[in-house]
C-alpha cells in the first residue's frame, strides 16, 4: 500500500513504525474472512482491511480521531486472527495499538463512555479494588433486569452478568514469594500472578505453582509486579500500561540478586502476549529498552515451560472429552495453539477441537464490557460449537475466555494447566469436583 506520511510525521517512532506495516498491506482481503467483527456484520469497515483504511486516513492526514474511527476500531476484539491469516505479514497489532493510542489522545468519547473506562482502568488491575468491585457487582445482580439492554446501561448489564456466581476467597499462596522445588532445582522462574485471574480464579495459580515446583522449578513470585498492563494498554492509556510494565520489568530483574530468573512464566496468555511484546513498548526508551527486550526473550506461557520440563509419567485419572479452546491470544498472539492441546493429549485425555476454532469467543479483556451485544453474538456462536462435541469440559489457557465459555456452557471449562497438574498427582479440578 502506498503512504504519503511527510518527513516531519515520520521523526515520531509510533509513525514510523506504522507507516512500515502499512507499506506491507496489499489489500488482498484474505484477512476479512477470519475477522470475527467482519463475519458477524459484514461490513468491509469492522474488517481489517477496512480498519487498515481509517486507521491510515487517521495518521496520514495528522487529523484527530473521528466518530466513524472510533467506531470501527472499538469494535476490533484485538484478536489477532487477522495477523494468522495475512500472507504479507502485516502486524496489525502494533498499527491498532497505534491507532488506540492516538484515539484517546485526540478523541473526546461521550461523558458515560469516558467514565466507565476509567472506572474500569481504575479497578480491573488491582485485586482489592476489584474483590470490592465483585462484591458490590453481586449485590446489585438481582436488580439487572430493571437496565435498558442497549448503550451504557447495556453495559452495566454485561457488567453483572460477567460477576461470579461466587467469589472465591484469596488464595493461601497470597502473600509468600517464593516456592522452593520438590527435589533438585532446575529451574528459577518468575510467575506473573496476574489481576483479574488472581480474584476470580485462584486455583489456577496454585496449580501452576504445584505442577512446577513438583517438575524441579523454584517458584518467586516478585514483590512489586503486577498487572502486565494489557487492559490499559488496549484502551489506549499508553502512559498507565508502561508504568504497570516498567514495575513488572524491574521487580522480575532484581530477582535471585539481579540475575533474573531463567523464565517468566504465564498462564493468562492474554497477559503472555502483552509481556512478549514489552521489548516493543519500551523500544526508545534508553533506560528500560534492553531489559524489557531480556523479560520479552524469558518470557514463556506455562504450555511452553511445561513441554520444555516434560510431564514425566503424569496421566489423566479419568478418561474425559476435553473441547480444547485454543484462546486467540494463544494461537494468534504466540503461535502456540497447537501446544497445550499436545500437552493434554499426551497425558492421555481425549481432545476435540471445536468448529471454527479461529474464531475469538467474544472476551478480549474488557471487549465483552465494552461491546456486550457483539460479545454475546460471538460467545453464543463459540458455546454452540463446543457443545456441538459433546465433550465432558473445556479447556482454555486464559481466564478471560473461561469466564466468557464458562457464563454459557452447560459443562464446566478449567484451565489447561488444572488439568495437567491433576494428572501428575494434583487435586481434581473444584469445578469438576
Ligand atoms: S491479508 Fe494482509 S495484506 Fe491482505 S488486506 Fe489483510 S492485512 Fe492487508
Ligand atoms: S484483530 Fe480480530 S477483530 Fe480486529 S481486525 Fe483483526 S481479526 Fe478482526
Not at 470501527?72 to 484485538?78: G, I, K, N, P
Not at 488491582?126 to 445482580?141: D, N, S, T
Request: aromatic share 6%; with cysteine.
Amino acid at each position: 500500500m502506498q503512504t504519503h506520511f511527510t518527513l516531519a510525521q515520520l521523526a515520531d517512532a509510533d509513525t514510523r513504525e506504522s507507516e512500515t506495516i502499512l507499506r506491507k498491506c496489499v489489500h488482498c482481503g484474505f484477512c476479512t474472512a477470519t475477522c470475527p467483527t467482519y463475519v458477524t456484520l459484514g461490513d468491509e469497515l469492522d474488517s481489517p482491511r477496512g480498519r487498515i483504511y481509517l486507521i491510515k486516513d487517521m495518521l496520514e492526514a495528522g487529523r484527530d480521531a473521528d466518530a466513524r474511527t472510533v467506531k470501527h476500531v472499538d469494535r476490533c476484539l484485538s484478536c489477532l486472527s487477522c495477523m494468522t491469516t495475512c500472507p504479507s505479514g502485516v502486524n496489525y497489532m502494533h498499527l491498532v495499538d497505534h491507532a488506540r493510542a492516538h484515539i484517546e489522545k485526540t478523541y473526546t468519547r461521550p461523558f458515560l463512555d469516558r467514565a466507565l473506562r476509567s472506572v474500569l482502568a481504575a479497578i480491573l488491575p488491582y485485586p482489592g479494588r476489584m474483590r470490592v468491585a465483585l462484591i458490590g457487582a453481586l449485590l446489585a445482580k438481582p436488580f439487572r433486569a430493571l437496565l435498558p439492554s442497549k448503550g451504557f446501561f447495556g453495559r452495566m448489564r454485561a457488567l453483572l452478568d460477567m460477576a461470579p456466581a461466587r467469589i472465591p476467597s484469596p488464595s493461601p499462596m497470597e502473600g509468600v514469594t517464593l516456592f522452593p522445588a520438590i527435589g533438585t532445582a532446575r529451574k528459577r522462574v518468575a510467575l506473573l500472578q496476574g489481576c483479574a485471574q488472581r480474584v476470580l480464579a485462584p486455583q489456577i495459580n496454585e496449580a501452576t505453582i504445584r505442577l512446577l515446583t513438583r517438575l524441579g522449578c523454584d517458584v518467586a513470585i516478585a514483590e512489586q509486579s503486577g498487572c502486565c498492563g494489557a487492559l490499559v494498554h488496549h484502551m489506549g492509556k499508553t502512559e498507565a500500561s508502561h508504568e504497570q510494565a516498567a514495575a513488572n520489568i524491574r521487580a522480575w530483574m532484581k530477582l535471585w540478586n539481579g540475575a533474573g530468573p531463567d523464565a517468566i512464566v504465564v498462564n493468562a496468555s492474554g497477559c503472555g502476549t502483552t509481556v512478549k511484546d514489552y521489548g516493543f513498548m519500551f523500544r526508545e526508551d534508553p533506560h528500560l529498552k534492553a531489559f524489557a527486550e531480556d523479560v520479552s526473550r524469558r518470557t514463556k506461557d506455562i504450555s511452553e515451560l511445561l513441554t520444555e520440563l516434560g510431564m514425566g509419567a503424569a496421566k489423566a485419572p479419568e478418561q474425559l472429552v476435553v473441547a480444547y479452546h485454543s484462546a486467540c491470544s494463544l494461537q494468534h498472539g504466540q503461535k502456540l495453539g497447537g501446544v497445550p492441546r499436545k500437552l493434554l493429549a499426551d497425558v492421555g485425555f481425549e481432545i476435540r477441537d471445536p468448529a471454527e476454532g479461529h474464531l475469538c469467543c467474544g472476551s478480549a479483556g474488557t471487549y465483552n464490557l465494552m461491546q456486550p451485544e457483539l460479545a454475546q453474538q460471538l460467545q453464543a456462536r463459540k458455546v454452540a460449537n463446543i457443545q456441538a462435541l459433546k465433550p465432558d469440559l473445556v479447556a482454555a489457557g486464559n481466564i478471560g475466555c473461561i469466564a466468557q465459555i464458562g457464563a454459557a456452557a452447560s459443562v464446566p471449562v478449567v484451565h489447561t494447566v488444572e488439568l495437567l497438574d491433576w494428572a501428575a498427582g494434583g487435586p481434581k479440578p473444584e469445578a469438576l469436583a
